[in-house]
């Protein structure tokens, strides 16, 4: 493999304007494509295999002309202080604005607060139920500014009025987090790099890759219904990894021109090494976004693919585009330090001068034991508060305070109780029931008397009249473990209550739903781990044809993750610094967020993890010993890993600043994840555990070994090609 990257280095630096040209002509045509393709069609939300799933399905079945997942508003009345809502003239504003809700566009009923008893029982507040006859996702943007506008009129009479429900779009963030985050990147690149040049390239490079992957997403967002949430991950992820490999490709290319190499032969040999590194560890990367597959949820499904695409992209990218553009710089890229640093042949080999990075490691192999157990220590005390995680998505209760969502669901809290902020919809299936209706009314009976459901609605039947829709409403909010119980004592009670009748009941509604994705999710998480974990042990024994190295990297990631977790959970659930960091209320994890650290967070520390034991590798088959190996490794990579990681803290912490704690809750995450894992499991456990083992970690079984295809990360194939350099570099240093 060496070999071939040697070649394609080459290649590449030599026709550096072809390459270029092309690559600007596949933005170009991406471009074009993305300016020209439909317009993104609705996204289906489904969830296979879920009981609320099933209860939709069974609504759209049997309730003619109702869509089980039309989109909903809750708009909320509060009369003005010392007012009651039942008051004639306030009384007429609400029936007048209900009846101009139920006239707007692509609504299929508004209900009137007075009819159904939707009013508060101090009579200061109200809502109405506003159904439209299309999914959120399919709501004109006409649908939702009639909304505003009549909720806007309804304010002159001197009432509060807000509104919640998935026909309202969420507040937008800006892109503020992106550009600071490309900022801090552009400022540790250059202090890494020490040249502006050299700084931009891995920039530029990185936002070619993900404008292609974006814009193929676009264009294609139609024919698969790609939202636009698979977009935002992958320009994420693309710039994430595209600015990391290209970081490494420069670092080594100006590491071989500092040990005297012409530079298209540093070119070639700086693909052949570290283009080696930016393969696998983009294959990891890869294995952990297509691996979202197992979970089973489409739209997960489609956002992995996507981003594993963007990936794929950005590794191309660093094998091709990079060294095109370090060709077009010439001696530019070198710092300034090195750009009259006279060419010596003789230097090749590099020098051993000791720096931080060399520091650092000599520091930590002097006392493995001692960092070992104070880092397993640490990481083991971070990771208690997992152990009591709760998971949930997020409601309206966690909508920055000055929206209209979340003032509405803080209303209806107050007035009515927090459960009417999340609904069950309870679906009576009594096709096989000889007395239908009596087996309808007795499941709302039992219902009734179950702990922590406020109140149960009279049950609406079909044409047929042989099933029902009844709302339950919890006592508890809508993420609380509390209504979880309530959920599944509904399921168990009431379905026994049918099950006894010929009939069976289900629980949907988005708080049920919100509950079996969760659970859904849950389930999937250690299948997910195992499968990601288990095949990137696999290929990392053939980057490091070692049973002790890749052992140790998994057993690594799981500590980081367990870890981060745990800082999640004690900031985000308990409530730890919560003012600090503006979490304004703390409650169970997004059910999302483990799953997404675990792809994530694994993809990039094997990033590090590669970039960084291959330098140690490479130096050990050169001839170093264990110790010396990990010294030269830290001396040639750890400035590089640390800019990497920076960059990676600085663009996710960025978000911490948005308003949504699920944002926030990412944000905040992402970077603890990798701060742990590159900081303390990377450059600390790793240095430790490599000293304590020594020789052992890089044995492998003979039959194994023989067995095992040899890939060559480290360069050693060439080694034909010193003596073609060096007689070059000769011969040029003649002639200059």
């Known amino acids: 493999m060496a070999a071939l990257l040697y070649k394609l280095g080459r290649f590449a630096h030599r026709r550096r304007y072809l390459v270029v040209l092309l690559w600007i002509s596949l933005l170009t045509l991406g471009g074009v494509a993305a300016a020209q393709a439909p317009a993104a069609g609705p996204t289906t939300f489904a969830m296979p295999g879920t009981e609320s799933q099933r209860a939709y399905d069974l609504i759209d079945e049997r309730f003619e002309g109702q869509r089980a997942d039309g989109a909903t508003a809750r708009v909320v009345f509060k009369a003005p202080e010392g007012s009651r809502i039942t008051e004639p003239a306030l009384r007429n504003v609400v029936a007048a604005t209900v009846d101009e809700l139920a006239a707007g566009p692509e609504v299929a009923q508004a209900t009137d607060p007075f009819e159904v008893k939707a009013v508060s029982a101090d009579e200061s507040a109200a809502y109405a139920q506003v159904t439209y006859e299309v999914s959120s996702a399919e709501l004109s943007e006409q649908s939702r500014q009639a909304l505003s506008d009549t909720m806007e009129k309804a304010t002159r009479s001197g009432m509060t009025v807000e509104a919640g429900g998935a026909a309202l779009k969420g507040e937008r963030g800006s892109h503020a987090a992106e550009a600071i985050g490309l900022a801090v990147a552009a400022v540790v690149l250059l202090l890494t790099l020490g040249s502006l040049l050299a700084a931009g390239l891995p920039l530029i490079t990185a936002l070619i890759g993900v404008g292609i992957g974006v814009c193929s997403i676009t264009a294609l967002a139609s024919t698969f219904e790609l939202d636009s949430t698979t977009s935002v991950?992958?320009?994420?992820?693309?710039?994430?990894?595209?600015?990391?490999?290209?970081?490494?490709?420069?670092?080594?290319?100006?590491?071989?021109?500092?040990?005297?190499?012409?530079?298209?032969?540093?070119?070639?040999?700086?693909?052949?090494?570290?283009?080696?590194?930016?393969?696998?560890?983009?294959?990891?990367?890869?294995?952990?976004?297509?691996?979202?597959?197992?979970?089973?949820i489409p739209l997960l499904t489609k956002m992995g693919v996507a981003a594993a695409g963007t990936v794929i992209l950005a590794v191309l990218v660093a094998l091709t585009l990079v060294p095109a553009l370090l060709g077009v710089a010439g001696g530019r890229i070198k710092a300034p330090r090195m750009q009259n640093k006279p060419t010596n042949p003789e230097s090749v080999g590099g020098s051993r001068t000791p720096n931080m990075g060399g520091r650092w490691a000599s520091f930590v192999i002097r006392r493995p034991v001692a960092v070992l157990l104070v880092v397993v220590a640490a990481l083991c005390m971070l990771a208690v508060p997992t152990a009591s995680m709760q998971l949930g998505l997020p409601d309206e209760g966690s909508q920055p305070v000055t929206s209209t969502q979340r003032k509405a669901y803080d209303l209806i809290s107050e007035n009515f109780g927090p459960g009417f902020n999340g609904p069950l919809l309870a679906i009576a299936d009594a096709r096989g029931s000889n007395d239908p209706k009596h087996a309808v009314g007795e499941l709302t009976t039992v219902m009734k008397g179950i702990d922590g459901v406020a109140t149960v609605g009279p049950p609406r039947f079909n044409d047929a009249g042989d099933t029902a829709m009844i709302t339950v409403i919890p006592e508890s909010r809508p993420g609380s473990a509390e209504t979880e119980a309530v959920v599944h004592a509904v399921r168990e009670t009431g379905g026994d209550v049918m099950n006894d009748g010929g009939g069976r009941l289900m629980v949907s509604g988005s708080t049920a739903m919100n509950i079996d994705v969760s659970q859904k999710l849950n389930d999937a998480l250690l299948p997910y781990l195992a499968l990601v974990v288990g095949l990137a042990f696999l290929l990392l024994i053939l980057v490091f044809r070692s049973l002790a190295v890749p052992l140790k990297a998994a057993l690594g990631f799981l500590l980081s993750v367990a870890a981060s977790l745990g800082a999640v959970v004690a900031v985000f659930q308990w409530g730890w610094l919560s003012s600090l960091l503006g979490v304004t209320d703390p409650g169970p994890v997004m059910s999302m967020m483990p799953i997404f650290m675990v792809g994530i967070v694994f993809g990039l520390a094997m990033d590090y993890e590669v970039f960084l034991v291959t330098r140690i590798r490479e130096a050990y088959m050169n001839g170093r010993t264990a110790r010396e190996a990990i010294t030269s490794g830290f001396r040639h990579s750890a400035r590089v890993v640390t800019a990497a990681a920076l960059i990676m803290i600085a663009v996710f912490a960025g978000f911490m600043g948005a308003d949504e704690q699920m944002v926030k809750t990412i944000g905040f995450g992402l970077a603890v994840a990798v701060f742990i894992d590159a900081f303390i499991v990377r450059m600390t456990l790793v240095p430790a555990v490599l000293a304590l083992m020594g020789d052992k970690a890089w044995w492998l079984p003979r039959r194994l070994d023989s067995v095992l295809p040899h890939l060559d990360i480290e360069g050693d194939d060439l080694r034909g090609e010193e003596e073609h350099e060096e007689f070059a570099a000769l011969v040029h240093s003649t002639r200059s």
């Open 233 to 296: 991950l992958a320009m994420m992820l693309g710039l994430a990894v595209g600015i990391d490999y290209a970081l490494f490709i420069v670092s080594r290319y100006r590491s071989e021109l500092a040990d005297g190499r012409l530079p298209e032969d540093a070119a070639g040999r700086s693909l052949g090494t570290a283009g080696s590194t930016v393969i696998f560890a983009g294959l990891t990367v890869v294995i952990a976004l297509a691996g979202l597959a197992v979970v089973n």
